[in-house]
Protein backbone atom coordinates (compact mmCIF):
# COMPACT_ATOMS: atom_id res chain seq x y z
CA UNK A 1 0.00 0.00 0.00
CA UNK A 2 1.40 3.46 -0.92
CA UNK A 3 1.62 6.11 1.59
CA UNK A 4 0.05 9.46 1.73
CA UNK A 5 1.78 11.91 4.24
CA UNK A 6 -0.17 15.38 4.85
CA UNK A 7 0.72 17.88 7.11
CA UNK A 8 -0.02 19.45 9.06
CA UNK A 9 -2.34 17.47 11.02
CA UNK A 10 -4.03 20.33 12.64
CA UNK A 11 -4.34 23.50 11.97
CA UNK A 12 -6.42 26.39 13.48
CA UNK A 13 -6.16 29.76 12.07
CA UNK A 14 -7.79 33.66 12.36
CA UNK A 15 -10.52 34.35 9.72
CA UNK A 16 -8.68 36.42 6.96
CA UNK A 17 -5.63 34.48 7.39
CA UNK A 18 -3.55 32.37 4.60
CA UNK A 19 -2.66 29.02 4.93
CA UNK A 20 -0.88 26.00 3.01
CA UNK A 21 -1.50 22.37 3.63
CA UNK A 22 0.59 19.64 2.01
CA UNK A 23 0.32 16.05 0.69
CA UNK A 24 3.43 14.17 0.04
CA UNK A 25 4.38 10.88 -1.62
CA UNK A 26 7.85 8.99 -1.94
CA UNK A 27 5.99 7.53 -5.01
CA UNK A 28 4.82 9.17 -8.84
CA UNK A 29 0.79 10.05 -8.64
CA UNK A 30 -0.74 8.96 -11.99
CA UNK A 31 -3.40 11.89 -10.54
CA UNK A 32 -4.75 13.38 -7.15
CA UNK A 33 -7.48 14.39 -5.70
CA UNK A 34 -8.08 17.15 -3.07
CA UNK A 35 -11.63 16.20 -0.72
CA UNK A 36 -12.92 18.39 1.93
CA UNK A 37 -15.24 16.51 4.67
CA UNK A 38 -17.83 18.35 7.62
CA UNK A 39 -18.74 16.64 10.42
CA UNK A 40 -21.53 13.76 9.65
CA UNK A 41 -20.79 13.52 5.96
CA UNK A 42 -19.12 11.82 3.50
CA UNK A 43 -15.82 13.26 1.66
CA UNK A 44 -16.72 15.88 -1.56
CA UNK A 45 -14.19 16.38 -4.47
CA UNK A 46 -13.07 19.77 -4.74
CA UNK A 47 -10.47 19.17 -7.56
CA UNK A 48 -8.23 16.16 -9.49
CA UNK A 49 -5.13 17.27 -10.59
CA UNK A 50 -3.11 15.12 -13.12
CA UNK A 51 -0.05 16.75 -14.89
CA UNK A 52 2.73 17.48 -13.22
CA UNK A 53 2.80 21.71 -12.51
CA UNK A 54 -0.59 21.86 -12.98
CA UNK A 55 -2.31 24.43 -10.59
CA UNK A 56 -6.19 25.01 -10.55
CA UNK A 57 -8.12 27.91 -9.18
CA UNK A 58 -11.40 26.97 -7.16
CA UNK A 59 -12.15 30.53 -6.41
CA UNK A 60 -9.67 31.34 -3.06
CA UNK A 61 -9.01 27.63 -3.05
CA UNK A 62 -5.45 26.84 -5.52
CA UNK A 63 -4.25 23.47 -5.92
CA UNK A 64 -0.73 22.49 -7.17
CA UNK A 65 0.22 19.18 -8.28
CA UNK A 66 4.48 19.08 -8.00
CA UNK A 67 6.71 18.65 -11.12
CA UNK A 68 7.67 15.44 -10.43
CA UNK A 69 4.04 14.47 -9.43
CA UNK A 70 4.97 13.09 -6.46
CA UNK A 71 3.48 16.07 -3.94
CA UNK A 72 0.77 18.43 -3.90
CA UNK A 73 -0.33 21.51 -2.02
CA UNK A 74 -3.27 23.21 -1.41
CA UNK A 75 -3.37 26.88 -0.32
CA UNK A 76 -6.36 28.99 0.84
CA UNK A 77 -6.76 32.50 0.16
CA UNK A 78 -8.64 34.97 3.33
CA UNK A 79 -9.89 31.79 4.91
CA UNK A 80 -13.22 32.09 5.95
CA UNK A 81 -15.51 29.93 8.48
CA UNK A 82 -16.82 27.81 6.09
CA UNK A 83 -13.29 26.40 4.96
CA UNK A 84 -13.33 24.32 8.49
CA UNK A 85 -13.27 20.98 7.84
CA UNK A 86 -11.33 17.72 7.50
CA UNK A 87 -8.76 18.18 3.62
CA UNK A 88 -7.87 14.64 2.16
CA UNK A 89 -5.38 13.92 -0.36
CA UNK A 90 -5.66 10.77 -2.48
CA UNK A 91 -3.88 9.79 -5.47
CA UNK A 92 -3.57 7.02 -7.50
CA UNK A 93 -0.24 5.44 -8.12
CA UNK A 94 -0.56 3.55 -11.46
CA UNK A 95 -3.79 0.98 -11.95
CA UNK A 96 -3.96 0.95 -8.27
CA UNK A 97 -6.96 1.97 -6.30
CA UNK A 98 -7.00 5.57 -4.89
CA UNK A 99 -5.28 5.94 -1.79
CA UNK A 100 -5.69 8.60 0.71
CA UNK A 101 -4.08 10.61 2.78
CA UNK A 102 -4.48 10.92 6.70
CA UNK A 103 -6.01 14.59 6.14
CA UNK A 104 -5.91 17.65 7.89
CA UNK A 105 -8.41 19.06 10.55
CA UNK A 106 -8.42 23.09 9.43
CA UNK A 107 -10.70 25.52 11.74
CA UNK A 108 -10.87 28.84 11.30
CA UNK A 109 -11.87 31.17 13.95
CA UNK A 110 -14.24 34.03 13.60
CA UNK B 1 -25.48 15.04 -4.12
CA UNK B 2 -25.02 11.80 -5.85
CA UNK B 3 -27.64 9.61 -5.12
CA UNK B 4 -26.34 7.05 -2.39
CA UNK B 5 -27.75 6.38 0.55
CA UNK B 6 -26.17 4.13 3.36
CA UNK B 7 -28.31 2.39 5.85
CA UNK B 8 -28.65 2.39 8.97
CA UNK B 9 -26.91 6.14 9.85
CA UNK B 10 -25.81 4.66 13.13
CA UNK B 11 -25.87 1.63 15.13
CA UNK B 12 -24.33 0.13 18.13
CA UNK B 13 -24.21 -3.60 18.69
CA UNK B 14 -22.60 -6.28 20.90
CA UNK B 15 -19.39 -8.45 20.11
CA UNK B 16 -20.11 -11.54 18.14
CA UNK B 17 -23.46 -10.67 16.52
CA UNK B 18 -23.69 -10.08 12.97
CA UNK B 19 -24.00 -6.81 11.17
CA UNK B 20 -25.09 -5.88 7.54
CA UNK B 21 -24.84 -2.47 6.22
CA UNK B 22 -26.13 -1.30 2.91
CA UNK B 23 -25.16 0.98 0.47
CA UNK B 24 -27.93 2.31 -2.20
CA UNK B 25 -27.09 4.15 -5.19
CA UNK B 26 -29.28 5.77 -7.67
CA UNK B 27 -26.32 6.29 -10.31
CA UNK B 28 -25.75 2.82 -11.97
CA UNK B 29 -22.42 4.34 -11.62
CA UNK B 30 -19.97 0.90 -11.72
CA UNK B 31 -17.96 0.86 -9.05
CA UNK B 32 -18.67 0.26 -5.68
CA UNK B 33 -16.41 0.29 -2.27
CA UNK B 34 -16.17 0.30 1.51
CA UNK B 35 -13.93 2.21 3.26
CA UNK B 36 -14.04 2.57 7.45
CA UNK B 37 -12.26 5.89 8.88
CA UNK B 38 -10.93 6.16 12.42
CA UNK B 39 -8.66 8.70 14.14
CA UNK B 40 -5.21 8.75 12.92
CA UNK B 41 -5.43 6.36 10.11
CA UNK B 42 -8.09 8.27 7.56
CA UNK B 43 -10.10 6.36 5.53
CA UNK B 44 -9.36 3.11 4.34
CA UNK B 45 -10.33 0.45 1.74
CA UNK B 46 -12.32 -2.87 3.22
CA UNK B 47 -13.87 -4.03 0.11
CA UNK B 48 -14.91 -2.86 -3.33
CA UNK B 49 -16.96 -3.93 -6.08
CA UNK B 50 -16.34 -3.41 -10.11
CA UNK B 51 -19.75 -5.01 -11.22
CA UNK B 52 -22.32 -7.55 -10.25
CA UNK B 53 -21.10 -10.36 -8.13
CA UNK B 54 -17.58 -8.83 -8.71
CA UNK B 55 -15.64 -7.95 -5.67
CA UNK B 56 -12.38 -7.51 -4.09
CA UNK B 57 -10.36 -7.44 -0.94
CA UNK B 58 -8.59 -4.17 0.06
CA UNK B 59 -6.12 -3.28 2.58
CA UNK B 60 -8.66 -3.76 5.63
CA UNK B 61 -11.02 -6.53 4.83
CA UNK B 62 -10.26 -8.89 7.38
CA UNK B 63 -13.64 -9.69 9.68
CA UNK B 64 -15.82 -8.39 7.17
CA UNK B 65 -17.50 -9.78 3.65
CA UNK B 66 -19.21 -8.21 0.84
CA UNK B 67 -21.97 -9.11 -1.57
CA UNK B 68 -23.40 -7.09 -5.01
CA UNK B 69 -26.35 -8.79 -6.38
CA UNK B 70 -27.56 -5.66 -7.91
CA UNK B 71 -26.05 -3.10 -9.46
CA UNK B 72 -27.51 -0.79 -7.40
CA UNK B 73 -27.10 -2.27 -4.01
CA UNK B 74 -23.73 -3.51 -2.37
CA UNK B 75 -23.97 -4.87 1.50
CA UNK B 76 -21.01 -5.13 3.94
CA UNK B 77 -21.39 -7.71 6.23
CA UNK B 78 -19.17 -8.13 9.61
CA UNK B 79 -19.80 -12.03 10.34
CA UNK B 80 -19.08 -11.68 13.93
CA UNK B 81 -18.57 -8.08 15.19
CA UNK B 82 -15.34 -7.23 17.45
CA UNK B 83 -14.98 -3.96 19.27
CA UNK B 84 -12.18 -3.11 16.63
CA UNK B 85 -14.45 -2.37 14.01
CA UNK B 86 -15.91 0.27 15.89
CA UNK B 87 -15.78 2.95 13.15
CA UNK B 88 -17.75 5.23 10.99
CA UNK B 89 -18.13 3.03 7.61
CA UNK B 90 -18.74 4.71 3.62
CA UNK B 91 -19.52 4.01 0.87
CA UNK B 92 -18.61 5.12 -2.30
CA UNK B 93 -19.12 5.02 -6.29
CA UNK B 94 -17.49 5.72 -9.35
CA UNK B 95 -18.61 5.83 -12.51
CA UNK B 96 -15.02 4.68 -14.37
CA UNK B 97 -11.68 4.06 -12.16
CA UNK B 98 -10.35 7.22 -12.99
CA UNK B 99 -13.46 9.12 -12.04
CA UNK B 100 -13.84 11.17 -8.78
CA UNK B 101 -15.64 9.45 -5.48
CA UNK B 102 -19.01 9.76 -4.52
CA UNK B 103 -19.49 9.28 -0.80
CA UNK B 104 -22.64 8.53 1.38
CA UNK B 105 -22.86 10.48 4.93
CA UNK B 106 -21.55 7.46 6.66
CA UNK B 107 -22.61 4.94 9.09
CA UNK B 108 -21.83 5.15 12.83
CA UNK B 109 -21.01 1.56 14.24
CA UNK B 110 -20.15 1.09 17.77
CA UNK B 111 -19.64 -2.51 18.99
CA UNK B 112 -20.16 -2.94 22.77
Known amino acids: TQLLEQSPQFLSIQEGENLTVYCNSS?????LQWYRQEPGEGPVLLVT?????EVKKLKRLTFQFGDARKDSSLHITAAQPGDTGLYLC??????????FGTGTRLTIIP | DAGITQSPRHKVTETGTPVTLRCHQT?????MYWYRQDPGHGLRLIHY???????DKGEVSDGYSVSRSKTEDFLLTLESATSSQTSVYFC???????????FGNGTRLTVT
Open chain 1, 49 to 53: VVTGG
Open chain 2, 92 to 102: AIQMEFYSPLH
Open chain 2, 49 to 55: SYGVKDT
Open chain 1, 27 to 31: SVFSS
Open chain 1, 90 to 99: AGNFGNEKLT
Open chain 2, 27 to 31: ENHRY
